[in-house]
């Protein structure tokens, strides 16, 4: 289920919608909502989900995704040529977790701004980038990050407050409440729990570890 998130899309549409070149970013916790709201809202972009790995797969596995798309790059290009290839023909590439280059290749962010400086006047790409570990985003837009003042608009997307998360629920108000509260209103936890009536069935899955939830918590604070 996708709701709320009127603003946000309105925002991104305008922005997409611009004749000129664009850097977005969209932060947020993970699985609050921001590759649903990308793909809702992006129809024609180039999807890819940046993982941790060796970085010469990393860089051959974007290659292939933009083949794929029709973006003919050579095998063995360089990080700087994937990007002004992308700039030059005005494509709308999305890089989801983008904030894992900082391990996989920790130059990336300078070599996109140095891109971005180059020959953003000439192009009308679109570069949208998403990231869960806002502290490690914002580094990279901070004063002396090497994006700083690149980005064109930051979306940073929030839980669902009650009205709009309580509709995931087919239960009595109490127990919507009670439902809310257990998922914070994260969109994610939101659609696993909306199955329950009670919250405390919801729990007792929750303990016997047939709700997926467990390595959120860790995995937040070692990307932080």
Not at 35 to 62: A, H, Q
Not at 179 to 184: A, D, E, T
Request: aromatic residues 12%; proline residues 4%; hydrophobic residues 40%.
């Amino acid at each position: 289920m996708f709701v709320d998130r009127e603003d946000e899309i309105k925002a991104l549409k305008k922005e997409l919608e611009k004749d000129e070149f664009s850097l977005i970013t969209i932060t947020g916790r993970r699985r609050v909502g921001k590759t649903t709201l990308v793909k809702m809202t992006v129809n024609k972009g180039i999807y890819f989900y940046v993982y941790y790995g060796d970085e010469k797969i990393v860089k051959n596995e974007l290659i292939k995704k933009l083949h794929a798309s029709g973006v003919n790059i050579h095998p063995l290009a360089s990080w700087e040529e994937i990007f002004r290839e992308v700039m030059e023909r005005n494509e709308i590439l999305i890089l989801d977790e983008f904030q894992r280059f900082l391990r996989v290749q920790p130059s990336v962010p300078s070599i996109l701004q140095g891109v971005i400086d180059d020959i953003k006047y000439k192009s009308k790409a679109k570069i949208v980038l998403l990231g869960s570990s806002i502290g490690m985003m914002e580094k990279m837009f901070s004063y002396a990050g090497a994006l700083y003042g690149r980005r064109t608009l930051n979306i940073n997307l929030k839980p669902l407050k009650f009205r709009y998360a309580q509709r995931f629920f087919n239960t009595d108000f109490k127990n919507r409440i009670r439902l809310y509260s257990m998922s914070g209103g994260t969109p994610g936890y939101l659609e696993k729990f909306s199955k329950y009536s009670k919250p405390e069935d919801a729990l007792k899955d929750i303990i016997s570890k047939k709700i997926d939830v467990w390595d959120d918590p860790p995995n937040m604070i070692i990307s932080e």
